[in-house]
């Protein structure tokens, strides 16, 4: 009897199903999304870090770091915004 019962739950832990595929595909893209998000954050503290060093040793202004680091006219807002709030 028992035997049976463990037989029965080893096939269906083996056996593909669509509802363990979906469920590998979240956890996949959970995954990746905290990841992408990770990276962002990141780069986010490397920028900010970068522009606090331009403006502290070479007495650049914000606009003028910017510009040194190239970051682009659409991400400005962001990183002043970052840097007012520190």
């Given amino acids: 009897m028992y035997s049976k019962v463990l037989a029965d739950r080893v ?3 083996k056996e593909p199903s669509e509802e363990g595929d979906n ?3 979240e956890l996949e893209a959970l995954y990746l999304d905290g990841e992408k998000r ?3 954050k990141g780069r ?3 920028i ?3 522009l606090k060093s331009l403006m502290a040793t070479l007495g650049m202004s914000v606009e ?3 510009n040194a680091l190239r970051i682009p006219e659409n ?3 962001t990183y002043t915004d970052l840097l007012a709030k520190q």
């Fill in 64 to 66: 003028e770091a910017m």
């Fill in 48 to 50: 900010i870090s970068s």
């Fill in 11 to 13: 096939r269906v832990l």
């Fill in 75 to 77: 991400e400005r807002g």
């Fill in 23 to 25: 469920m590998c595909r």
């Fill in 38 to 40: 990770g990276i962002e």
């Fill in 44 to 46: 986010a503290e490397g």
